[in-house]
Structure formats: C-alpha cells, structure tokens
C-alpha cells in the first residue's frame, strides 16, 4: 500500500511526501522510496525509525500490522500529526491508542478506505429504508485465491450499513443440510475464493417479483490509496478528533 500511495501521491495536489516508515527487518529498507515505486529517486529514504520519519508531517497514512498502531499513535499524537489509519483486525491497545491519540490530534481509521464501497454503503441504508422489511438482504463477497481470511473487511461494512437500518439483523455465514426456511432476521454473507480477484461485493435485495443487485468491483488496489490520500488531505488541519471517511465525502 505505501508503494500504491506514493504511485498515486504524485497526481494529488497539495501532497508531498515526507518520510517513510517500515521495519527494520524490512528487505526495502534504506531505499529511496520513488525508486521502490518506479518513479526515479524522490529523495525520500524508508527507515524504521517512525518519530523521524514523521518530522514535517502534517499527517501519516498506516498500512502496516496491528502491533505496529499503538505506538505509531502515541507518535503522531506527540509530534502533533494527523494520523489515517488503514491497517485491518486491529487488537484493544491500537483501538485504544487511536481514542486517546484522537484528544489531540484528528484520527481517521477505515478497515476500507474504497470511497466507492462507503457510496455503496450509503446506497445500501438508502434502498432498505425505501423498500422496507419485504425485501432479504443477502451479501456475497469474491476474493482471490490467497485470500486468508473471511469474511472480507468490506463484507463487514456492508453488514454495518444493513444493520443501522435492521439492527435485528443475525447474520448468517453459511447454509448447509436442513436450515429450513428463510426467516426475516437473516443476513447472509457468502465468501467466494478463486482466481486473482482483486475484490468483488454484491448486496443482493430480494423481494417478490423483483430484485436488486448493488455491485463494487475493485479492479486494482489503487482505490484504497486514492481513499487514504483524499483521507490524508481532508485531516490535515482539522480540529482533534475522530472522522470517518464519509466526513472525507462530505
Ligand atoms: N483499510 C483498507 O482499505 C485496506 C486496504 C488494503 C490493505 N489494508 C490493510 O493494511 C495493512 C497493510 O497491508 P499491505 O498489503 O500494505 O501489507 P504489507 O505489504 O505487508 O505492508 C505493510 C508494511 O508495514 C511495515 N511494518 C510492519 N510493522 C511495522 C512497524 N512496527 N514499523 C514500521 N513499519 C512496519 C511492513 O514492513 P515489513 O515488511 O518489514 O514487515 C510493510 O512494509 C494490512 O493490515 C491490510 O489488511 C487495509
């Protein structure tokens, strides 16, 4: 993802990047980071020391692992820097650190950064406050072979966005042998594994006589750097606090 960002970075107004964070296990480290991501030196050298690399920052953009966030926080809330947090599963300490870092500096995190999948998500709470409770809400998610885990962070937004219209909603992994019938309460969320996909996420509305199928398909990982980005730039300035990324729609 850092390399996508910086790929991308370049496009954006107002953007400059400043440093960049990685472990000091990390193969790419020392490197310049516009000759990692194919765009010639950009004088920008990846080191694991995060405090320095965050020297002259207005905001920081993570997508690292989990145990890395608490102190990344702590970090950018002493050196007073925005913070978009993108890394997924985050434990009690990340989730904490973010709260207490969000006191003083403004904290953005996402387990999807897709501008498109939170438009989707808006459509979803619109088209089930329109339709009402005749209409089965059934969601299935495809994703590439490698895939660990499931289901997949975009799928449990989804379930999010449903569930603020039908808070009674249980959802539903699967269906085997004799479930029998469908009962309202049911949220299905279906994981399908194959291939090199990068992302697909269908809703699907089903009522009598008709039904409606609202679609995102991701076609590279780019979209969650054009989200993080537009994410970065919204916070940089703002007052102390936590936003999500329907802020950064406005
Ligand atoms: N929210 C979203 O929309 C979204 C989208 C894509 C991915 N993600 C999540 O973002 C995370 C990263 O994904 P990725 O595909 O970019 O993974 P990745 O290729 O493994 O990159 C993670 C980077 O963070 C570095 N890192 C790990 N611990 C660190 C530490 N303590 N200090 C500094 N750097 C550290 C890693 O260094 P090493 O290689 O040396 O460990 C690596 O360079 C995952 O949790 C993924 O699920 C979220």
């Known amino acids: 993802m850092g390399l996508a960002i910086t790929r991308l970075a370049r496009n954006v107004p107002e953007v400059e990047i400043v440093g960049a964070a990685c472990s000091s296990s990390d193969p790419l480290l020392g490197r310049d980071l516009g000759e990692l991501a194919g765009l010639g030196a950009l004088g920008v050298v990846t080191s694991p020391d995060v405090a320095s690399s965050l020297l002259g920052a207005e905001a920081v953009i993570d997508f690292s692992t989990a145990s890395a966030v608490a102190q990344l926080a702590a970090l950018a809330a002493r050196q007073g820097v925005a913070i978009v947090c993108g890394t997924s599963n985050l434990d009690a300490a990340a989730k904490r650190a973010l ?6 500096v403004p904290v953005l995190q ?6 498109g999948v939170q438009v989707l998500a808006e459509i ?15 969601i299935v998610e495809l994703h590439h072979r490698r895939k660990i885990d499931a289901p997949s ?27 029998g019938a469908r009962t309202n309460e049911e949220l299905g969320v279906f994981g399908v594994r194959g291939g090199d996909v990068i992302g697909d996420h269908t809703v699907y509305l089903l009522g009598d006589g008709e039904r409606l199928e609202l679609t995102h398909r991701a076609s590279n990982r780019d979209l969650f750097a054009h989200g993080a980005l537009a994410a970065a730039r919204f916070l940089a300035g703002k007052k102390p606090g936590r936003y999500t990324i329907a802020d950064v729609l406005g």
């Open 99 to 104: 709260e207490k870092a969000s006191e003083t």
């Open 110 to 115: 996402s387990g999807n950064m897709s501008l």
């Open 124 to 138: 979803v709470e619109q088209a089930l406050k329109r339709l009402g409770l005749g209409y089965d809400v059934e």
């Open 153 to 179: 962070g975009t799928a449990a937004r989804l379930v999010e966005a449903v569930k603020k219209v039908r808070p009674n909603a249980r959802e539903l992994r699967g269906r085997d042998g004799e479930v």
